[in-house]
């Protein structure tokens, strides 16, 4: 069995760091608008690009924790799809990666179809 002890440090101060970026962009989010109409397109323009990144933010979490969950139950680097194992270079490049390469590319695949 693999050690996976660095890519679990790897995916907790990603996940400290993600932590730490939604917190900003909630309160970026909460701050008051303005009342000139200029200025309140342009915050509004600003809002909607600060609430795609948190909501990529809030994935990208939920696929680290799901990453750190496999790490302890000891099926980290193990394709969810197939049962394959990840290429080690694909795990150092997307740590949080559920699906090996081939997998990720059907789904890829898959998506562009529909």
Known sequence: MPD??????LLEARLKELDCNLHKIEDRLDEPHSKDFEDFAT???????????????????????????HIDNNCYG??????ETILEQRLKAVPYTPL???CAKAV???HLRA
Do not use: F, R
């Not at 996976?4 to 440090?9: P, S």
């Not at 994935?59 to 924790?65: A, C, L, T």
């Open 4 to 9: 996976w002890t660095t890519q679990k440090h």
């Open 43 to 69: 915050e509004t323009e600003d809002t909607e690009v600060l609430e795609g990144l948190g909501n990529a933010g809030l994935k990208e979490i939920e696929m680290i924790k799901a990453a750190l969950a």
């Open 78 to 83: 193990i394709s969810q799809k197939c049962g």
């Open 100 to 102: 090996c390469k081939d």
């Open 108 to 110: 890829s695949y898959t």
